[in-house]
């Protein structure tokens, strides 16, 4: 049996204790996790999946130490220099979701043409979750939704699930269909938690810098093998 797979989305975890084993410092682990998302958007890519949605940072991850979070944004202003080019080639539209006022101003505007450049591209939507958290995502849809009513836009019997959707950052993309965890660890950390009411999830002890195409084969046949009810029987 096959079940439909549009969206993975993964929560990229274990880098720090990546590079411990290795008796490297943090940072070391974040720039092999950062070669790891290479690898595993074009094998998402390649495989045909149309979304593919990662936590690369989330809100509570500001309160690390200074060091460690100006080397993940350094890392992340490079790689949205860099990798502009190669996700033309490959036809993906790029998507952040997560609270931009945050962010560096230089990053933001990085991130907006990146947005742009790519926005009329059809082969993979890759959404990266950076300064991410979910209920702050469902407050401010919750606001949105609220100031609509207000102005008369939108009757209280309108809001469904659908229209509420729409708020959210994640609007137009699809619920995810699998959520993987990588590192061993079993929670959400505040990740997508109105979009996996009924996502299947996977969780496995290997550390996000040595994830593989070949494993996220592997784990999307379990997730194949897999009898998703919905709530039926
Ligand atoms: C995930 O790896 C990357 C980010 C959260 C930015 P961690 O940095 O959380 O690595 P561990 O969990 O400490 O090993
Ligand atoms: C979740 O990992 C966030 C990202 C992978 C970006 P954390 O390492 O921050 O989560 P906790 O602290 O273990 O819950
Ligand atoms: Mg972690």
Redesign the pocket.
Known sequence: MTNTLKHIAII???????A?KRGLP?SA??KK?AETLQEIAKAAADMGIECLTV????TE?WK?SKD?VDY?MNLLRQYLKSELKEIQERGARIRFIGERKMLDADIVAQMEHIERETENNDKLTFCVALSYGSRAEIIAAARQAAEEITAGRLKPDQLTEDVFSGFLYTAGIPDPDLVIRT?G?QRLSNYLLWQIAYSEFYFTPT??PDFSADELKSIIADFNSRERRYGKI
């Open positions: 990229m975890d274990g880098n720090g204790r990546w411990q943090r682990g974040h996790g936590y690369a940072f989330s991850n690390r460690e993940l590192s660890e550390l996000w």
